[in-house]
């Protein structure tokens, strides 16, 4: 079993920066592939990132040179570095965890872009 737990969120100004952390429990974290998700108000819940646990990244497009992820094997841990946010960023975000065919699921974290 795999627990996680963002945080990170809040509200930040158009063009402002934020970074998301994810800690994960257990001793497979190495093991994972790892993702971050979100899900606007009315909308379906979209991929934003993933690394897998070789370390190979992919992105959305709509954040890609924006948004960068990260993750720190050592300490169980799982970032997403977001960059030159906008009103349209404004969701909720889950981390995701992904070993064969089961996934584990964050309870999110807010962010909100907004003047």
């Known amino acids: 079993q795999v627990q996680l737990v963002e945080s990170g969120g809040g509200l930040v100004l158009p063009g402002g920066s934020l970074r998301l952390s994810c800690a994960a429990s257990g001793s497979i974290f190495r093991l994972l592939d790892m993702g971050w998700y979100r899900q606007a108000p009315g909308k379906q819940r979209e991929l934003v990132a993933g690394i897998t646990s070789g370390g190979s990244t992919n992105y959305a497009d709509s954040v890609k040179g924006r948004f960068t992820i990260s993750r720190e094997n050592a300490k169980n841990m799982v970032y997403l570095q977001m960059n030159s946010l906008k009103p349209e960023d404004t969701a909720v975000y889950f981390c995701?965890?992904?070993?064969?065919?089961?996934?584990?699921w964050g309870q999110g974290t807010q962010v909100t872009v907004s003047s």
């Open positions: 995701n965890a992904a070993l064969t065919r089961t996934a584990y």
